[in-house]
Structure formats: structure tokens, C-alpha cells
């Protein structure tokens, strides 16, 4: 409507007084709708008895404070009464007149009044309620802002450090100094690339679909290697709670580069499939499957050294469940978890 922009979650009947912005509409309307009543009340003339004068006005008076604000509809009575007394109670001039037509004037008077003023009640509150709402939708937009700024400035801040950490294995000589160097700086830029996508604004949980493709997508790139292929697919509403977001990812990620790393050494290239979905018994389970070499023989998860699963077993234990790695005829990561 003309001056004012509906609201998320406005109703229709707040939006009232309308056309604000457009003054001349206002009483134009109101001078409509009381000659309209004033021709529905000559209309009806010889079947109505001559003291209802006010039977058609009071409606257009409180249509017009409905429409378009009691100030307009305070005119509006007035030019009800103006007209009711001069052309259809008679002779307005005629001694004793006005004491007949009291018991006409008083109720139509008395009740408009008390009508009009429930009428600017409600529209300050609905005028307050705008406000608030508009101020609400500011503070919203704004905290929106702030959480985007500074999920920016903590993913920029992690990667400075992953980039601080591979200047300094300029100057570390032991090479297994070295590889710990890269794999920490791996991790911290890893981390910062995908913590923009874990967490959403208003604190909700998110669908696992959302962060685990550009998250997987990242550790590919992040790899290096050409010819690899993630594809990411399951439960399209699989939610996952903003404090188990992280450790998933970094579990994800770990299983993605891990796969790429050992199962692809010696292939220049391959696919990998990263699958996930509820069961029947409350768990969510993550799945990693490449088509790599294989694990090697005599394989034991409890007895693997890396740091990589050693982490993911650790963030998996945290969260109640369970990271296994499996021998097929692909090998899998499993990450099992309450969902």
C-alpha cells in the first residue's frame, strides 16, 4: 500500500491507517463514504423513523477511522452531524429543535467518541508494533553482518597461520619436523576454509549436505592432485548441531585427505564417495569410500600411528561415537555418531 512496505510477518490489519503519503487521499475518501451514508439514509427515508438520523454515518465514521486514521474520521463526524441537522431532522432553525434531537446527537456523540479512541488505541499499537518490528529486522540484519565479518576474519586469521607455519619449515632441517609442520598447516588452513560454512547466523543446526561438498570439494583442491573425484550424496535432511559441526568436518576431511594421500599414491587418479545417512537405531553414519589401493595387509586400526587417526578417532570418541577404517573392495572410513 502506498507509503508503507509490508513486514516479514506482518498482518494484513497492521498495516492500517493507509496511504499515508498521499494526504489528499484520506479525506477524499471519507467525504465518499459520508455521502454515501447520507444517500443510503435519504434512500430509506419513508420506512425509517426520522430519529435514527446518524444510521449510516456512524458505519462510514468508523470505516474511515479503520482506513484511514481517527483524525480523518473526527472530520468525518463532523460533517456527519453537519449534515444529519440540516438535512434530515427538518427545519434545524424551528424552537425546541435541539432538545428533540438530543436523544439522537448523544449516543451517536458518546459512541463515536468512545469508538474513535479504542480506534487510536489500537493503531498506536499498531504503529509501536512496526516500529519494533523494523527495529528487530535492523538488529537482525546487523547481527547477520557481524557473524559473517567475523566468521571472515577467523577463516583469514586461520589461513595467515597455516601460512606462518610453511614459512617457518623454511627453517626446520629434520624432515619429520618438517612433515608434522605441513601436516599442522594443513589442518589450520583447512579449518579456516571451511569454518565460514559450518556455522549459520541464527545458531540453527545445518543440513550435513550444505558444508560436506564444498568441504570435500576443499580437500581435493587442497591436495594438489588432478584426476580425483568427490561426490558427495545422501539424506537431504540430515541436521547437524553447531558443536558437533566442526569436529564432523575436520573427521571428513582427514578421511577425504587420508584417501587421497595413501589410497591414490600410486594412481593418478580415482573417486571418492562420501555418503551419509541415519539408521535404524538413532546413529548418523558417515561414510569416506575410495576406490584406492587398499589398506595394507595386517591393517589394525587400534594400532595405526598417525596423527590424522589418531585425531579422528579422538573428535569421534568426543562425540559419543565411533571412526573405524574398513578393508573391502573399497576401503571405507566409517564415522558413527548419535544423531
Not at 557481524?146 to 610453511?166: D, P, T
Not at 573425484?229 to 575436520?250: E, F, N, R
Not at 546413529?283 to 587400534?302: I, K, N, Q, Y
Request: glycine share 10%; aromatic share 6%; with cysteine.
Amino acid at each position: 500500500m502506498a507509503g508503507k512496505e509490508a513486514s516479514p510477518g506482518e498482518r494484513w490489519h497492521e498495516r492500517f491507517p493507509i496511504a499515508p503519503a498521499r494526504p489528499w487521499i484520506a479525506p477524499a475518501a471519507a467525504l465518499g463514504l459520508v455521502a454515501l451514508a447520507l444517500l443510503l439514509r435519504i434512500a430509506i427515508r419513508p420506512w425509517a423513523p426520522t430519529g435514527l438520523p446518524f444510521l449510516f454515518f456512524f458505519p462510514a465514521v468508523m470505516l474511515t477511522a479503520f482506513l484511514f486514521g481517527v483524525r480523518t474520521a473526527v472530520a468525518a463526524a463532523g460533517f456527519s452531524l453537519l449534515l444529519a441537522w440540516t438535512l434530515l431532522i427538518g427545519d434545524p432553525m424551528r424552537p425546541g429543535v435541539f432538545v428533540a434531537i438530543l436523544p439522537a446527537v448523544v449516543p451517536f456523540v458518546v459512541l463515536a467518541g468512545f469508538t474513535l479512541w479504542l480506534f487510536h488505541l489500537m493503531q498506536q499499537t499498531n504503529a509501536m508494533l512496526r516500529r519494533e518490528r523494523a527495529r528487530s529486522a535492523a538488529l537482525a540484519e546487523t547481527r547477520e553482518a557481524l557473524f559473517r565479518e567475523l566468521q571472515h576474519r577467523v577463516s583469514n586469521n586461520l589461513q595467515v597461520a597455516a601460512g606462518l607455519l610453511v614459512l617457518q619449515k623454511r627453517h626446520v632441517t629434520d624432515a619429520n619436523a618438517r612433515a608434522a609442520v605441513d601436516e599442522a598447516a594443513r589442518r589450520i588452513g583447512m579449518i579456516g576454509r571451511v569454518s565460514r560454512q559450518l556455522y549459520a547466523a541464527d545458531g540453527k543446526a545445518r543440513a550435513m549436505q550444505d558444508f560436506l561438498a564444498p568441504l570435500c570439494a576443499d580437500a581435493v583442491e587442497m591436495s594438489g592432485r588432478d584426476g580425483i573425484t568427490v561426490a558427495v550424496q545422501g539424506d537431504g535432511d540430515v541436521m547437524l548441531a553447531p558443536d558437533a559441526a566442526l569436529p564432523v568436518a575436520l573427521i571428513v576431511a582427514e578421511a577425504v585427505a587420508n584417501a587421497i594421500e595413501h589410497g591414490f599414491a600410486a594412481r593418478s587418479g580415482g573417486r571418492i564417495d562420501v555418503v551419509h545417512a541415519r539408521d535404524g537405531e538413532g546413529m548418523l553414519t558417515v561414510e569416506v569410500r575410495d576406490d584406492g589401493c587398499g589398506l595394507p595387509d595386517g591393517f589394525a586400526m587400534a594400532e595405526a600411528a598417525g596423527l590424522g587417526l589418531g585425531i579422528a578417532r579422538t573428535l569421534a570418541e568426543q562425540l559419543g561415537g565411533s571412526f573405524t577404517l574398513e578393508r573391502g573392495e573399497r576401503t571405507v572410513a566409517r564415522l558413527t555418531l548419535p544423531a
